[in-house]
């Protein structure tokens, strides 16, 4: 039991250090420029691409945001799955508010185990004349200065071969497995993202944005060399970063819109990253180390509730409540509601038993269907 309880003060202490390293790296995000770029004398022309399946209730405000963005060279690529996608009401609506922006609209996939890639191939099939593309998934929302900071970035260096965002999330429905989605996001996802980024070299994107010359992406083989990988965003930047180029996390964050999730939802949505981020990315494991709360909930449980021990565990929540109130308003510049942070801990248990179940099995479901992810990084369907 003694030995069970100093590994549990061991993970209370890497928590600790992964908590102070979160602020640290969170204040020099936070101090990046926060000007809006100027435009160049020649601002290159961007196709902004937009696949959708579907439709939920905030899908229209989420493309309005897109039309609505600052920049003067750019058109839009939007596809769907069928004729009969509902998300085509969506883009009637668009039309009709922007009936002079250049729209340009795609149905079906090509032949891909990844639908998201295929529906991409299938948008490019016959490529735009613009320079830039910029891939993003449908319930991304973004400001007004979205793209002149995407594009400063990517034209600052020729070396520069791809720019991502990190991302926060909000949850307008009160459900119970959106909160959840919404939170992780915020307190696990976004934070680490930033905290890898100064750490350590970037080899990996977002699908929030994946921001690319078209001469770049050609280098790297095209989204045809990604098409049946379960983690296209991260395949792709590790082609990228192959061809001499580097990846810039962008000084534009954007936001998730959750839409309305079950507790089922977020477990088996959870279920599939862990086991995906498990296969591309092992180091991800580590993330189980650092899980303050349930370090601190072992280490009372081993030490009997000895009065020192439950001290040093109600430090280790404090520094998260702390660390997570701090991260909203001076990151996310998200207002920090007392229901949110009390979840935080419950969140955090969940987690911790998520990826542990994430260790075992090799199949996850995605959209109705069942994949198995092969130690290639592709994955094919089961049945």
Known sequence: MILLRDFCLFGCCASLIYYLL??????LFSRRATTTPPLPADPPTVALLKPL????ENLFANLKSFMDVDYPRKEFIFGITTEDDPAISALHEIRRLYPEARITETVGDEDSTNRKVGKLLRMLRQPPASEILVMSDADVRVDRDYLRRIVAELDGSKRIGMVTCAYKAVA???TFGARLEALFINTDFTPTAILSYYLEPMRHAFASTVAIRQSVLKEAGGLE???NSFGDDFALA???????YRIRLSRSMVTMVMEKLKFRDFWDRQLRWARVDRKIRPLSLARMLINGPFWALLLALTSAFGMPWVAAAGLVLAARLGLTAWTYTAILRLPVRISELLLVPIKDLL??????ASLQGDTVEWRGRKLRLLPTGEMEEVG
């Open 22 to 27: 979160v602020w640290t790296t969170g204040i």
């Open 53 to 56: 399946h579907g439709w939920d």
């Open 172 to 174: 307008p429905q009160s």
């Open 225 to 227: 060399a990604v098409k």
């Open 238 to 244: 590790r082609r990228v970063v192959a061809q001499g």
């Open 351 to 356: 987690m911790q038993i998520i990826w542990l």
